[in-house]
């Protein structure tokens, strides 16, 4: 089961003979790393933190940047050393075998497409609130959720008809267009080329880290200590939950590793942009949650039991916020903004949530970017059909796989609400992190002797470290995600053994050949250690 592993050196060989064109620099993977990471959990989620962490939030955002960090770490020695697409992916096919590596690139799908997703919504909103805010444009609720969808959908299989379902069907809407319009946007410029794509991604970066910054600069100097006490209200359980939350302000940053293959001069830029991303992102998340604390207070509201409300409990919170009037960050769906108009600087305020507006799509494009980056690999490994590893002989892009996952995440951003999206997709983004961590060390024991352009200092101390950071964080989740988590992976094994394991090009003994060599039949894959042959 565990038998099929795919050598370094095939898919390398395999790279060079279906490769993608190499456009990028350190500058840009820095740029699309900062792209993919800043965005709906430093705009949206710091209120959630500041629900279960009060202040402590800023403790919770220093243990999901240490765990980001050295997995960041493992990330870059395996990304310099296999400067091919797939990330994670590729790297557990090559070290542990097709099973896990199947496993890893089906969670990578919580991670990306469930993400993009999600933040299609997320944008929605603020695009929503743009319109009414500056040009006095009211979309229809029927145009910007789903609710009323979802309702029916719950009473189809049974649900008793709720006060909350009545409300949902009379208020609720059937799609969220602009959610599934900038969706199809994004699709469109990802399939007319990598370079396009991340020169618009670097100009939101821009908007961002500008928005980002006059926050800081806004905030910090109105700060009060004594708001920072008490410090760990809901102790370290609520740090622990709110971390675990707060790691989807991370996700993403790996994502710079999907496009390994299309860098140039991979061994030097490719950790540049892994590490150079995290660290930009983790300054301005600590900076900026110092601000909300310090500048507003960020207490969490408690029940009549003195016990902190949990944030998806959406009548109770709303309860509570009408109880202080909405005066409390915890209570705002746009914490940044928020914070600045309480301190006297209501139009910075807007031109904040106007950033956030502009520049949220570039998480999308990020998102989408990593999706169709794994699914090309799984599909040029025969894991998935070969149609989805088509290189458009224009564009030089994925652009079968590409327009698949657009209309994908397009429909599933149209006909579904946010919910518990961020915390399924963390679980899918640290099991695969975990991965990694494991394939460093197992492959520092197997190929000591291959050529890495970086290597991952302390290995034996960092890997365990982060592997146990991913574990700690994994299960600090909800015990719902989790058994989301286990159902999507039973359903992965399933498609596996019906269509990947029977189509594999490894299984079927086959490895790709040098492009310089066109005309070499494939060859065999060599038995196993042992004498263990591949079925």
């Given amino acids: 089961m565990f038998g099929r592993v795919k050598p370094l050196d095939a898919i390398l060989a395999t790279a060079e003979k279906k490769s993608l064109h190499r456009s990028l620099g350190a500058f840009q993977l820095t740029m699309l790393g900062v792209g993919a990471v800043i965005g709906t959990g430093i705009f949206v989620l710091t209120a959630e933190a500041a629900q279960k962490?009060?202040?402590?939030?800023?403790?919770?955002?220093?243990?999901?940047?240490?765990?980001?960090?050295?997995?960041?770490?493992?990330?870059?020695?395996?990304?310099?050393?296999?400067?091919?697409?797939?990330?994670a992916y590729t790297y557990s096919y090559a070290v542990m075998g097709e099973t896990l590596a199947w496993m890893v690139g089906w969670a990578l799908v919580l991670e990306y497409a469930v993400a993009a997703g999600a933040v299609s919504v997320g944008w929605s909103g603020y695009f929503v609130g743009l319109l009414r805010e500056y040009l006095g444009l009211a979309i229809p609720p029927e145009l910007v959720n789903a609710n009323a969808l979802i309702a029916h959908i719950k009473l189809a299989f049974g649900a008793p008809m709720s006060d909350e379902l009545v409300t949902a069907i009379d208020v609720g809407g059937y799609i969220n267009l602009p959610a599934f319009l900038i969706a199809l946007l994004v699709t469109w410029l990802l399939v007319i080329g990598t370079r396009e794509s991340a020169m618009v991604n670097a100009v939101l970066v821009v908007v961002k880290i500008t928005a980002l910054t006059?926050?800081?600069?806004?905030?910090?100097?109105?700060?009060?200590s004594d708001n920072f006490e008490p410090f760990a209200p809901l102790g370290f359980a609520g740090i622990s939950a709110a971390a675990a939350s707060i790691f989807f302000a991370y996700v993403g940053f790996d994502a710079v590793s999907t496009a390994a293959e299309e860098t140039k001069n991979p061994q030097r830029n490719m950790p540049i942009g892994l590490i150079g991303s995290l660290g930009i992102c983790t300054i301005f998340y600590l900076l900026v949650a110092w601000g909300v604390i310090g500048s507003v207070g960020a207490q969490p509201l408690l029940d009549s039991a003195g016990k902190g409300i949990e944030p998806g409990n959406a009548t109770a919170m709303a309860a509570a916020c009408a109880d202080v009037a909405g005066q409390a960050v915890v209570c705002s769906k746009e914490a940044l903004a928020w914070t600045l108009r309480e301190i006297g600087w209501k139009q910075i305020g807007n031109l904040v949530g106007l950033a956030a507006g502009i520049a949220l799509p570039s998480v999308v494009l990020m998102m989408m970017f990593g999706?169709?980056?794994?699914?090309?690999?799984?599909?040029?490994?025969?894991?998935l059909p070969e149609v989805l590893s088509r290189v458009h002989p224009k564009y030089h892009t994925p652009h079968v796989v590409t327009i698949i996952t657009g209309i994908a995440v397009a429909c599933f951003a149209a006909l579904f609400p946010v919910g518990l999206l961020a915390d399924i997709s963390n679980s899918g983004t640290l099991f695969a992190f975990a991965m990694v961590a494991i394939a460093v060390m197992v492959l520092r024991r197997t190929d000591p002797s291959r050529h890495r352009p970086f290597r991952t200092p302390a290995v034996n101390l960092v890997a365990p470290l982060a592997i146990a950071g991913c574990v700690y964080l994994f299960f600090s989740l909800s015990g719902y995600t989790l058994s989301l988590f286990a159902g999507w992976a039973v359903f992965g094994l399933f498609v596996y053994f019906f269509y990947g394991r029977r189509h594999s090009h490894v299984g079927r003994g086959h490895v790709e050949v040098h492009e310089g060599d066109p005309e070499t039949p494939p060859r065999p894959v060599p038995p196993l250690p042992g004498g263990v042959e591949l079925d």
């Fill in 53 to 87: 962490a009060g202040p402590g939030m800023m403790l919770s955002f220093v243990i999901a940047g240490v765990v980001c960090a050295v997995a960041a770490l493992c990330y870059s020695e395996m990304a310099s050393m296999v400067p091919v697409s797939g990330s």
């Fill in 214 to 224: 006059a926050f800081i600069a806004l905030a910090i100097p109105v700060m009060n």
């Fill in 371 to 383: 999706q169709t980056r794994i699914f090309f690999v799984m599909s040029r490994d025969g894991l």
